[in-house]
């Protein structure tokens, strides 16, 4: 009987498998061109002595409990303050991470009666917090300011008089496009709506002291930012700015930051150390931006792709099965690329998602490239 149990699990996973769909956990391997730790803080020593140095003068290593008893850390209350200034906003507050502070903010400030409209290729946990929230939800097709505005018309013609929410990152995870934030901060104020703005890949490596690609609309009263902290600030965790009446809202009625235990002191002490970091060592994003120019020629030249401009690089492939295939030879080439593949992205589109950070250099970056030509090569014949 226990084993029938299962069934049904184990007919899911050989459905997987039929569509070279499986995923299964892989150890790191060689060169880093997979992890989004973009500029090698993560590993850096100055983040490091820092966090050594909290730990001998007594810094906890956990928080103990939620924000709302007594995990309310100096340390988290520390970094809010200094993250909303960094950032320009009213207020911020600290998640667990990038996934929760998505999924929080979007069951929790659109109401009854609002309505989520949702770049589709937004990040699955804003898709997923839309879908348990308590306001409608539309898609819109990638970077279509119009087709946002269509949306929000046909929901007031329909008779919809709630606030409208859009929702987009600043520099998308799979494809590594910028969503064009000046035309939608434009609609938002045409529309009397909310734009909330993803900037996971962003933060550390664009706009004035790496404050991300949304810093001039930043502290605006219709504009919600999420920062995360664990991937070019080297840590983990989530900053959310917004304006304080909003923060005092998801205090107050944000079921994932009222009942979580708070995140690690600790983490909050990195994030701190990081935003201190961008500002005082601009020479790394300067060494990631040429490296990823030099990459991006690489890529032109060597294997006849066109690069995406920024330091998520996407080599489509198509199958999934000739995506995993091309991943693992390269793998064993001694350069750590990773497949990636529907639900992830859409359909047909499977690929190779080369990420570019610090802990490459050009020489690497130059065998990389020439190795995937090659496999490419052998993939064609």
């Known amino acids: 009987m226990g ?5 049904r699990y184990e007919a899911t996973l050989r459905g997987l498998a039929r569509k070279n769909r499986l995923r299964g956990l892989l150890p790191r391997v060689g060169f880093d061109f ?9 590993t850096a020593q100055r983040l490091r002595a820092r966090l050594a140095e909290a730990l001998a003068e007594g810094t906890p290593v956990g928080a103990g409990g939620s924000r709302l008893l ?21 207020r911020a507050l600290y998640f667990g991470g990038g996934y929760v502070a998505n999924f929080a903010v979007l069951t929790t400030l659109p109401q009854k009666g609002d309505l989520i409209v949702l770049d589709e290729l937004v990040h699955a946990s804003a898709h997923e917090g839309a879908r348990a929230g308590r306001a409608e939800v539309v898609a819109a097709p990638h970077n279509d300011v119009s087709a946002i505005e269509d949306a929000i018309r046909a929901y007031r013609a329909a008779g919809g008089t709630g606030r409208a929410w859009i929702v987009v990152e600043s520099l998308y995870s ?36 790496g404050r991300g690609l949304a810093a001039e609309f930043e502290g605006r009263d219709n504009v919600v930012v999420l920062h995360t902290c664990g991937k ?34 600790l983490m909050a002490i990195a994030a701190l150390e990081a935003l201190a970091i961008l500002r ?3 020479e790394r994003r300067e060494r990631l931006a040429e490296l990823v120019a030099f990459a991006g020629q690489q890529l032109v030249d060597r294997c006849g792709r066109m ?8 080599v489509v492939i198509g199958d999934n099965g000739r995506t995993m295939a091309l991943a ?22 499977a690929r190779l998602r080369i990420s570019l950070t610090l802990n490459v250099d050009h020489a690497a970056v130059s065998a990389m490239t020439e190795a995937l030509a090659e496999e490419l090569g052998g993939l064609a014949a």
């Open 3 to 7: 084993a029938a149990l299962l069934d």
């Open 34 to 42: 997979a992890s989004n730790d973009y500029l090698g803080l993560a």
């Open 70 to 90: 007594r995990g309310n850390c100096p340390e988290h209350e520390a970094l809010e303050e200094r993250a909303a200034a960094f950032f320009g906003a009213e």
């Open 174 to 209: 799979m494809d590594g496009d910028r969503a064009p934030l000046g035309d939608l901060v434009a609609l938002a104020d045409r529309c009397e709506a909310f734009l909330f703005v993803d900037e996971a890949h962003a933060t550390g490596l664009y706009g004035p002291d």
């Open 232 to 265: 070019a600030l080297g840590g983990s965790g989530a900053l959310l700015t917004a304006p304080r009446t909003l923060a005092d809202f998801l205090i107050n009625r944000c079921r994932p930051f009222i009942y979580a235990t708070a995140p690690p002191p």
């Open 280 to 282: 005082e060592e601009p």
């Open 307 to 314: 690069p995406s401009g920024s330091q998520i690089l996407p």
């Open 328 to 349: 693992a030879a390269l793998q064993a080439r001694g350069f750590d690329l990773r497949g990636v593949r529907p639900p992830t992205v859409p359909e047909g589109t």
